[in-house]
């Protein structure tokens, strides 16, 4: 490697050999090198790996006793890459056992390791590493093929590498941001297995950054600008609202799984808790059920104020639980909260992180009654989509139970209920009750304890006859994909030249289609009696 015009750069273990090595270089005799070059050994070079070992003490001032050296070693944790354990990790206990008698660190994690899409070790070689910075700030497929040109990589791979990333990322990299980032490679991080790195998940939790914001916004709407929050948390009552309670509950059991999976370093059983928490439990459900509460002048002042409670403490607990994982969107919507008295804490990064008995909410008996009620809420959901119905109000639901203390919670709870399935009317029955007709009626059945029944009303909100064309498209859709598949797996050497993977993949591929096929044709039927009815 040339220095400057008059220095050359050698090497080899020994003097003799870097001499040997010189003399090829310039095309000389070994004899003419000892007299027409001058070798001079660099005095600032060490062992990569030797220099690492020394990394936990010589950096706060060792050999000399410093008072870093007092403070910071040893220290508690090392977080490194398990294919440097014998390379880095090992050296630095033998060389501070041997120089300091003690060792460098407690305890060591090892996360796994960053792969490509397909798999395979990020390598310049290979020219498929991806810098962390493009998925941040975002980059063009043009911009990441340019980075190649201007790299080491030999040109015969340029061309190769090329349409790796044409292949891999045909629209570039969107802008994802930093705390998605963290966020996605959290959550990657099952023991043992290293991370394909997947750049759409990536953007689903720049998604996920978006739907904090927006929760938060509501919440600020609907707490208003002179809201005060009390002094201290206050533990939920009987008389609360039993969806404040059970939203507490729900914030209570994600401060537990979170702290236990920091604690044990199972951080995609953090990340799973957080990202349920936000996305369902507070903005599906209990954000969604306060919209009424909050828009009805007959709400009484006091379950306004505890539900403008219990909101606040779900924003800030929630906020200050994620902040190590996503520290600039927690900061900058934390920042938006109005404080509890006497707390000047002037950043979530230094505010004290919720810990389990700071909230000891648990009420797993509500919490399973909810759960039942979102068992309902799913499945008329899921048959509004099935026939295009998407307009609220315009339903009737009847939920039938033989369980009495079940039947009493979603007795308390219809409101919410109807709020949820979109429904104008919930009528919660005994199971002993007949059935209502199965003409104007579509059946739930959701578990052994509950069964439910919707009864539709798409006047206005549809036209049969346009929804009985558009519905036989995606049946003959369906249809035409299913027979050229059928032919794909039923020739003679299909058994023998397809691989397992693709026979499995186009078994479950098979198995989708013909459940979409029969509930396209249920859609079907439904709309012809409704445009028979409309017609007569």
Same mark, same amino acid.
């Given at each position: ?16 050999? +870097? ?56 220290? $508690? ?65 043009q911009a990441l093929q340019e980075q190649l040109e201007n790299s080491n990589l030999d040109p015969r791979e340029v061309e190769k590498a090329k349409k790796g990333l044409a292949q891999d990322y045909p ?101 799973t808790a957080l990202h349920g928490f936000w996305l369902y439990d507070l903005c599906d459900v209990y954000l969604e059920s306060l919209k009424p509460v909050f828009a009805s002048a007959e709400t009484s ?33 934390? $920042? ?14 230094? @505010? ?112 049969? +006859? ?19 598949? @059928? ?19 186009? +078994? ?25 009815g409309t017609t007569s």
């Amino acid at each position: 490697h040339q220095r400057t015009s008059e220095d050359h750069w050698v090497s080899g273990r020994t003097e003799a050999a +870097a001499l040997e090595k010189a003399a090829a270089q310039f095309g000389l005799s070994l004899e003419e090198a000892k007299t027409r070059l001058k070798l001079e050994q660099d005095e600032d070079v060490l062992d990569t790996w030797f220099s690492a070992a020394l990394f936990p003490f010589a950096t706060l001032g060792w050999p000399k006793q410093t008072r870093d050296l007092e403070l910071f070693f040893p220290t $508690q944790l090392l977080e490194t890459g398990y294919d440097i354990l014998f390379f880095w990790v090992a050296r630095m206990v033998f060389f501070a056992q041997e120089l300091t008698g003690q060792l460098p660190f407690k305890e060591v994690f090892l996360h796994t390791i960053v792969r490509d899409a397909h798999g395979r070790k990020m390598s310049k070689s290979l020219g498929n590493v991806v810098d962390p910075l493009d998925v941040v700030t975002g980059i063009s497929l043009q911009a990441l093929q340019e980075q190649l040109e201007n790299s080491n990589l030999d040109p015969r791979e340029v061309e190769k590498a090329k349409k790796g990333l044409a292949q891999d990322y045909p629209n570039g990299i969107p802008e994802c941001g930093t705390d998605a980032l963290r966020f996605g490679l959290l959550s990657y991080m099952q023991s043992g297995r290293d991370i394909n790195l997947d750049v759409l998940r990536i953007q689903g939790y720049r998604f996920f950054c978006n739907k904090l914001w927006n929760a938060t916004k509501f919440a600020l709407k609907y707490l208003g600008n002179d809201y005060k929050p009390l002094p201290k948390m206050m533990a939920p009552q009987p008389s609360d609202p039993e969806m404040s309670r059970w939203i507490l509950s729900r914030l209570a059991a994600t401060v537990s799984a979170v702290n236990a999976g920091l604690a044990s370093y199972e951080f995609p059983a953090v990340t799973t808790a957080l990202h349920g928490f936000w996305l369902y439990d507070l903005c599906d459900v209990y954000l969604e059920s306060l919209k009424p509460v909050f828009a009805s002048a007959e709400t009484s002042p006091e379950v306004l104020s505890q539900c403008q409670e219990t909101l606040y403490t779900c924003l800030d607990v929630g906020l200050r639980l994620l902040s190590p994982i996503m520290p600039f969107v927690t900061e900058e919507l934390w $920042q938006r909260l109005q404080r509890r008295q006497g707390d000047e804490t002037p950043s979530i990064c230094v @505010a004290s992180y919720p810990e389990t008995d700071t909230v000891p909410w648990r009420d797993e008996g509500l919490e399973s009654d909810v759960t039942q009620l979102n068992g309902v809420v799913k499945a008329v959901r899921s048959k509004r989509a099935d026939y295009g119905i998407v307009q609220k109000g315009n339903a009737t639901l009847m939920v039938r139970t033989d369980d009495p203390m079940l039947k009493t919670r979603f007795q308390s709870l219809s409101s919410t209920l109807a709020t949820l399935s979109y429904s104008s009317e919930v009528q919660v029955v005994p199971h002993e009750q007949e059935p209502p007709s199965p003409k104007e009626w579509f059946h739930l059945p959701i578990n052994d304890k509950i069964d439910a029944f919707l009864k539709l009303d798409i006047k206005g909100s549809a036209d049969p +006859a346009l929804e009985v064309t558009k519905n036989m498209k995606t049946v003959d859709r369906l249809q035409a994909s299913l027979s050229k598949l @059928a032919t794909v797996m039923g020739a003679g050497d299909y058994e023998v030249k397809v691989p397992e993977a693709v026979r499995e993949a186009n +078994a479950l591929k098979k198995q989708q289609m013909e459940v979409e096929l029969r509930k396209v044709m249920e859609a079907v039927e439904f709309w012809k009696l409704q445009d028979q009815g409309t017609t007569s």
